[in-house]
């Protein structure tokens, strides 16, 4: 077993590519510390000191000791190797088939899947949704043109808001949600057969089944349960569901209000330290979070 290192997870409880890495670390019996950030309300992956760590300002962030991780899939990758012989990946045979499903997960977007479920089901917040990601590219496009700290990547990040709102708009979203639903149903058909108890790769666990545990906890709260119509999934998601690492992951089967109320007001202690240069003497230390552009 390879030497603990001190890790840091940077992540939101509800936060979908979150639960991939809290998934993976767990899995992979890793310690680390929670810094949970508030990505909905006070948006802290958009604050300058969180752009340092991740300049696409996207949750999770995995940070240690000479190490930035800045993707779930990296995070995953991560894991892997730290796990050594405990998961699936550990077997060179098997590891480019388990790397063509962690990639075939990372091309659904589930952010869309998730969106146009919400929207289907509750058309009078089209105009909402439409009104909050036109203000954040506005706020995005106006933080850029009075920042010299990394301009691009504000105005990449307005450009990607500018795209969900064409992907949750431009068509109906029960157009959308019928186009995510055969997009998931192709992906779960290809996925191998599972022997009963096994998992996706045989006995041991791999990243293949961290993405489909999260996958499916997700199409269970979305209750688009039923596109998981094989016999050998279903079970193999009971099976996976009993899992100690499940359950101390916090893979969200369901909205979990108070957590997600809780996480709003601890965010705010987040730390997010900034790698600035140590204060001249007589200057303030910097803070942890600098101040709005
Ligand atoms: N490819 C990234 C995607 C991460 C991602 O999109 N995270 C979402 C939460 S699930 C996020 O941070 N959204 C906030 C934002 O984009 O402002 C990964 O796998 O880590």
Known sequence: MPAPVELELFHAPSSYYSMVARLALVEAHLPWISRVLDIHLARQQLSDAYRLLNPGMTVPTLRGRDLVLTDSIEILAFAATQAGCLWADD????????????????????????FSKLLASNPRLVPFVARLLRGLSHNLERRAGCTDRDPAALRAKATQNRERLQ????????????????QVQGFLQRLPV?????????????????????????????EEWALVQRDDLRQWWSRYQRRPAFAAAEVWTGF???????????????????????????QAPPGLQPPPD
């Open 256 to 282: 979990r209000r108070g957590r997600f109320l809780q996480a709003l007001l601890m965010a705010p202690c987040t730390p997010i330290l900034s790698p600035a240069p140590p204060a001249a003497p007589g």
């Open 91 to 114: 077997d060179p045979d098997l590891r480019g088939k388990i790397t063509a499903v962690v990639q075939e997960h990372a091309a659904l977007s589930i952010e869309t899947l998730t």
């Open 167 to 182: 992907r949750f708009t431009q068509a109906p979203a029960a157009e959308t949600l019928r186009a995510m639903r055969a």
């Open 194 to 222: 599972v022997a009963p108890d096994q998992w996706l790769f045989g006995a041991r666990i791999s990243r293949a089944d961290v993405v489909l545990a999260v996958l499916i906890a997700r199409l269970v709260m979305v």
